[in-house]
């Protein structure tokens, strides 16, 4: 399969084509904003969605122990962590496991930790379900993010009750190491802090770099930990409502299927069942080719920038498709550098402010595309950039 390929989703009913103008303003953008691939999934995962289709009947849906197994078996394989099947559960999407684990596993009023700038759903799911955010924000050191452990310690001997943990990180991109997360794992233990693992972004994950689920570490953080996974940011499937959540016992599990139980969200959908499982089972080549053709996505952005437009500096992520642009040399706040991405580069990004005002001067791209979107995409920003010396030139 070739990932130069270049999809035209305008009939896909996509989020990242269909909603430019209800969230930019305006249609004529290079969409590199929401995180999903412009990639055909991986063949057997098709394969198995239209088998199931060409059944033709689709009914409601039990999911078999076979599905959880081809979870475990991957996690094994690739992350020398056997989870237990019958500790975990299907749901729809990590920020519904998420929410639904504040709603349901945290009392009103409680402190619960994150590391910012970070993935902007964790502001929400705690500070809309009535729980206090505590920021424990990452430390830039020499270009590298890395964690507050005595900051973390304070928030942890002030009360916090949980950590809301993004592991990879979204968006700096760090692939936490053993030692790092061991530590952090440490004080949580040391203090009674819960954890709870967003390793969505496990499998995205570049040479040099290994993924550790925390809950992997020690029987101890096993039992401290509820860790949320799903193959959606792995295989492009997040149209496709496929998530799971590991327990640390039977007794949080249960209490979690009530949950799903009461909103009726337990069964369904016939078409990830299947998916899920394929892409566990046979999905690996097309993860590993997919992997390669992002990390040449990474070079050709970093190369770019450097001899076009070195007022960008672009990070080189360990983990997730998603690129960190520090724009700081384009002397532009916030506001001004989302309207010269959108009106005059005509890109679709993410704002940085959107994960923390620390990121006011920063934008994130997402470099899951075929390469011709970057060059073009890279082309508008350096043309625009030139437009923007030009008229500083003249201030001056
Ligand atoms: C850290 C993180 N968690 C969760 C999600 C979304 O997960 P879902 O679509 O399963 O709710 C994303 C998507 O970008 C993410 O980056």
Redesign the pocket.
């Known amino acids: 399969m070739s990932f130069d390929e270049i999809i035209d989703r305008k009939n896909n009913f996509s989020a990242k084509y269909d909603e430019l103008e209800q969230k930019f303003g305006r249609n004529d953008l290079i969409p590199l904003w929401?995180?999903d691939m412009d990639f055909k999934t991986a063949a057997p995962i098709i394969e198995a969605i239209k088998e199931r289709a060409d059944q033709g009947i689709f009914g409601y849906t039990s999911r078999p122990d076979s599905y959880y197994q081809s979870v475990c078996d991957w996690f094994e394989k690739y992350h020398d962590w056997r989870p237990e099947p019958q500790l975990m559960l299907h749901s729809l999407?990590?920020?519904?496991s998420?929410s639904l684990l504040i709603q349901n596993f945290t009392c009103p009023g409680d402190k619960i930790i994150i590391q910012t700038p970070v993935?902007y759903?964790f502001f929400d799911v705690i500070r809309k379900n009535g729980r206090i955010l505590v920021e424990n924000p990452l430390l830039k050191v020499n270009g590298h993010y890395e964690m507050d452990y005595a900051d973390f310690e304070k928030q942890a001997r002030n009360g916090a009750k949980y950590f809301l943990l993004?592991s990879p990180h979204?968006p700096v991109g760090r692939v936490w190491t053993k030692e790092e997360l061991s530590r952090i794992g440490e004080i949580c233990l040391k203090y009674g802090v819960r954890i709870i693992a967003?390793e969505?972004?496990a499998d995205i994950v570049f040479p040099g770099h290994k993924h550790v689920s925390i809950a992997s570490i020690s029987e101890a953080l096993q039992h401290n930990t509820i860790t949320?996974i799903?193959p959606?940011?792995t295989f492009n499937l997040?149209g496709l409502?496929a998530?799971l959540v590991i327990f640390p016992n039977m007794e949080e599990r249960n209490k979690f299927d009530n949950i799903l139980g009461v909103l009726d969200i337990k069964r369904n959908s016939c078409f990830n069942l299947v998916a899920v499982e394929a892409a566990y089972r046979h999905g690996r080549e097309w993860l590993e080719d997919v992997l390669k053709y992002i990390e040449g996505n990474f070079k050709y952005i970093n190369e770019f920038c450097k001899k076009n437009i070195p007022e960008i500096k672009p990070n080189y992520p360990e983990g997730?498709y998603l690129v960190l642009l520090d724009c700081q040399g384009l002397g532009l706040d916030k506001k001004a550098l989302h309207d010269f991405m959108v009106n005059k580069a005509k890109l679709a990004l993410d704002d940085g402010f959107w994960f923390s005002n620390v990121l006011a001067q920063h934008m994130r791209l997402n470099a899951a595309c075929p390469r011709q979107i970057l060059v073009k995409a890279l082309q508008q920003l350096a043309d625009a950039i030139h437009v923007l010396r030009t008229q500083n030139d003249k201030k001056i």
């Open positions: 929401i995180a999407g990590v920020v519904v998420l993935y759903p993004c979204n967003d969505i972004h949320c799903a959606s940011k997040a409502q998530s997730t």
